[in-house]
C-alpha cells in the first residue's frame, strides 16, 4: 500500500490510536491534504499504528520529499532520479 493510500484510508480508531502515540489529529489532517508529511517519529508511529514496514514507509516517504525539492531545485532532479532507480532496484 502507497504512502498516499494508506492516508486516504486511515479510519477513526487509526487517529485514535495515533493521537495515542502524539501524532495529533490536525497533523494527519495537514498530511490528507499534503501540507506536511510525516516526521521520522511520527512515520514511526504510523506504520506502528497500520502494521507496516516503517523502513519501506521511511524510504517512500524520502522520495515524495526529494520529488518536491526537485520541483523547487532543477538541480535536484538527477539525484531524485538516481534515488528512484536505486528504489526499483532495492524492491526487486
Known amino acids: ?10 479510519t477513526a480508531d487509526d487517529r485514535k490510536a495515533l493521537a495515542a502515540q502524539g501524532v ?10 499534503g501540507f506536511r508529511l510525516p516526521t521520522r517519529p511520527q512515520t514511526l508511529a504510523l506504520a506502528l499504528v497500520k502494521n507496516i514496514d516503517p523502513i519501506a514507509l521511511e524510504r517512500e516517504l524520502m522520495l515524495i520529499e526529494t520529488e518536491k525539492e526537485a520541483e523547487r531545485k532543477p ?3 538527477e539525484l531524485l532520479n538516481r534515488a528512484r532507480e536505486r528504489y526499483i532496484t532495492l524492491m526487486m
Open 75 to 77: 538541480e535536484a532532479r
Open 1 to 10: 500500500m502507497s504512502y498516499a493510500e494508506l492516508i486516504a484510508n486511515l
Open 24 to 33: 495529533p489529529a490536525s497533523r494527519v489532517s495537514e498530511w490528507k491534504t
